[in-house]
């Protein structure tokens, strides 16, 4: 098997927000910068499979601080974790004023991108060499996120929900029950 170091697949991107990126309230549209978040992610993937990638989920996307025009927007993205044809790749989203040079970390996320080959068929991804406390931190991070959505995804399945366990936390919520 082979296996390659999270340095040679890293990928990182900057784009200057122009007045055509933004929305109704004049920040930067979060569909706009999700579109980069996963060209980036593909990137990075693509770079450590050596092979197309398509992605096949995104976690959770906190947008932490708005993003102006003018600002200077950079990507980060790391291939994190890898399985048998998957790899999580984290992108990190940081905007700086030009101006000032005033940095700000806009958000972070996960995708998880699965390797293909022309056929569309799911192919294998080399190893991850894990070299630092960083590296291993993030793997077993994407290992706990992936146990914990599994976990998530079950605990709610329609053929095992149970209505009346929930019933009370109902009260909490400014909703109406109509059975």
Do not use: W
């Not at 799911?122 to 894990?130: D, K």
């Not at 399945?157 to 919520?173: A, G, P, Q």
């Amino acid at each position: 098997m082979k296996f390659k170091h999270a340095n040679d697949s890293r990928v990182t991107i900057s784009e200057l927000m122009l007045p055509s990126h933004s929305n109704f309230s004049g920040k930067i549209h979060g569909g706009y910068i999700l579109s980069l978040m996963d060209q980036i992610a593909f990137a990075c993937a693509s770079k450590h499979s050596e092979t197309y990638c398509v992605t096949a989920s995104v976690d959770k996307v906190n947008f932490l601080k708005p993003i102006e025009v003018g600002e200077l927007v950079t990507m980060k993205a790391s291939v994190n974790h890898v399985g048998k044809t998957s790899m999580v790749v984290g992108v990190r989203v940081e905007a700086e004023n030009i101006q000032n040079g005033k940095r700000k970390h806009c958000n972070s996320s996960y995708f998880t991108m699965v390797a293909k080959n022309k056929d569309g068929v799911s192919v294998a991804v080399p190893g991850l060499i894990l070299k630092d406390k960083t590296s291993i931190r993030r793997f077993v991070r994407s290992i706990s996120r992936k146990e914990e959505t599994k976990m998530r995804f079950n605990r709610f399945k329609e053929s095992e929900f149970i209505l009346e366990d929930h019933m009370e936390t109902l009260k909490e919520y400014a909703v109406k029950v109509e059975l």
